[in-house]
DNA sequence: CGAGTTTGACCTGCGC
DNA sequence: GCGCAGGTCAAACTCG
C-alpha cells in the first residue's frame, strides 16, 4: 500500500523533484497551450508562492500558502502566462477552479480565515444507503470540498502523500485511454478524496487532483513527527 | 478473515 | 425532457 513520505522542502524547492520512497516525482511545468487541467486552473510556481510568503519555512506553510494564492489570484489569462514564462522552467503547480466548482472558492477563503470547511462534520459522513442518504448526498454536492490538482512524471500512477487511501471507483474517461481512479482517505471523518488519471497526450504525466482538506495528520506522522517540513503536510 | 480492489449498476448534473 | 458523462455505491472478488 501507500508508503511513507519524509521530504524536506527545500528538496522539493530545489530539485524540481519529489524524492519519496516510491521513487523520484518530477513537478513538470504547464505549457500555456495545456488542456488540463480543466477551466478555471491556475498555475502557479513555487518562487511566485515564495515571493508572497517568504517565511516558507515548513510545508504546512506551503499549504496555506497554496490555498491564499488560489484566493487571492484569481486566474486571469495574462497572469497564467505571465506566470509560466516567469517560471522558466520551474516547479509549477496548478490550483484548480473549474467553473463547476467557482463557488468554492468562497469556502477556500474560508478555510483560510479558520472557518474550517467540515467543521461540523456530522452532516457530511457518509452514512447507510436510503433515500435520506440520497438527499444527505444531494445536499453535500451543494457544498462542495475546494479542490486543487497538480501533475507529475511519474511511473507509478498513486504518488505517496502520507496519507492513506482507499480507492472506491475506477472509471473510464471520454476520450483516454487510460481510467481515472477515485480514492477516499480512510480516515474515519475525514472526507479528502482523490482522483488519479494519466494524462492522455503524455501517458507519462499523472494528473493528481485532491479535493477537501484532511482533518487529520498523515498516517506515517508517528513514524516520521521529528521532521516538520515534510511534503505530506503540503497535501491538505 | 479482514482489508483493500474491481467492476457493473445506478445516480446526478449539465448541455442541448 | 432527454441523453451523455462523470461520480459513487456496493457486492463480489483478491490478497496477505
Known amino acids: 500500500m501507500m508508503s511513507t513520505t519524509n521530504v524536506n522542502h527545500s528538496l522539493f524547492e530545489e530539485q524540481d523533484q519529489i524524492p519519496t520512497q516510491m521513487g523520484l516525482f518530477n513537478i513538470i511545468p504547464f505549457p500555456p497551450n495545456q488542456t ?17 510568503a517568504p517565511s516558507l519555512s515548513s510545508a504546512a ?33 496548478s490550483l484548480s ?25 456530522n452532516h457530511h459522513h457518509h452514512l447507510g444507503v436510503s433515500a435520506m442518504k440520497m438527499k444527505k448526498m444531494k445536499a453535500r454536492r451543494k457544498v462542495r470540498e475546494p479542490r486543487f490538482c497538480f501533475k507529475t512524471m511519474s511511473d507509478v500512477d498513486v504518488l505517496d502523500d502520507g496519507y492513506k487511501w482507499r480507492k472506491y471507483g475506477q472509471k473510464v474517461v471520454k476520450n483516454t485511454q487510460h481510467p481515472r481512479s477515485y480514492y477516499r ?27 477537501g482538506r484532511h482533518v487529520h495528520s498523515p498516517s506515517n506522522e508517528l513514524e516520521d513527527s521529528q521532521t516538520p517540513s515534510e511534503l505530506s503536510n503540503f497535501l491538505w
Do not use: H
Open 185 to 211: 482517505c480512510t480516515q474515519d471523518n475525514c472526507r479528502v478524496k482523490k482522483r488519479v488519471e494519466r494524462l492522455a497526450e503524455d501517458p507519462r504525466m499523472v494528473i493528481t487532483t485532491y479535493e
Open 36 to 52: 488540463y487541467p480543466p477551466l478555471g486552473c491556475q498555475t502557479v510556481t513555487l518562487k511566485s508562492i515564495s515571493a508572497i
Open 97 to 121: 477552479r473549474s467553473r463547476v466548482n467557482s463557488w468554492a472558492w468562497e469556502e477556500v477563503s474560508d478555510c483560510l480565515m479558520g472557518k474550517r470547511i467540515g467543521g461540523d462534520d
Open 61 to 93: 506553510n506551503f499549504s496555506e500558502t497554496l490555498l491564499s494564492t488560489a484566493v487571492n489570484q484569481r486566474p486571469r489569462e495574462e497572469d497564467l502566462t505571465s506566470s509560466l514564462v516567469g517560471g522558466g522552467g520551474g516547479q509549477l503547480l
